[in-house]
Structure formats: structure tokens, C-alpha cells
């Protein structure tokens, strides 16, 4: 359930410059978890934007600023997460 709720929040992400199928998200989340596994250096990382632009039609350099902006909204949680039980 977890990789459902990260294409939902992908598509968030992208919602104000492109509509993206939510199927489409999830499916490149998966093929890119399973790049990660497979080959060196995590390069399902950069799988997973290529496939949403190729699927959806619109710009890579796009899809791959929000894979960076999703990036740096996980690290504000782990921040925050952090200072919560740190207190």
C-alpha cells in the first residue's frame, strides 16, 4: 500500500502542470523498484521518470524535477519525524 500512496503522492506533485494517470504512476513506481533490484546504483531511480514521461507525453527534464521535489519532501518528514521523538 505504501507504493500506491507514493504514485498518488507523484501525481499530486505533478497535478498542477500535467494530469497523470494514476495507473501509470504506480506502474512506473514498480518497474523502478524493480530496476533497484536488479541493476547497480539504484537505476530504477532513474527508470521510474523516463517511463511516467514516455507514458504520459509530457517533457522528461519534468518528470524527473518532480521525482527530486518528492525527494525532498520525504526528507522534511524524516526531519520532522526526527525532532518529534528526539523531544
Not at 531511480?45 to 519532501?73: H, N
Amino acid at each position: 500500500s505504501v507504493y500506491f500512496w507514493q504514485a498518488w503522492r507523484w501525481r499530486t506533485v505533478l497535478l498542477p502542470v500535467q494530469t497523470v494517470s494514476y495507473w501509470h504512476a504506480v506502474r512506473a513506481i514498480y518497474v523502478g523498484l524493480f530496476g533497484n533490484e536488479v541493476l547497480p546504483l539504484r537505476a530504477g531511480e532513474a527508470i521510474r521518470p523516463y517511463l511516467l514521461a514516455r507514458w504520459g507525453k509530457f517533457p522528461l527534464p519534468l518528470s524527473i524535477s518532480s521525482v527530486v521535489i518528492e525527494r525532498i519532501f520525504d526528507g522534511i518528514w524524516i526531519v520532522a519525524c526526527m525532532v518529534v521523538v528526539l523531544e
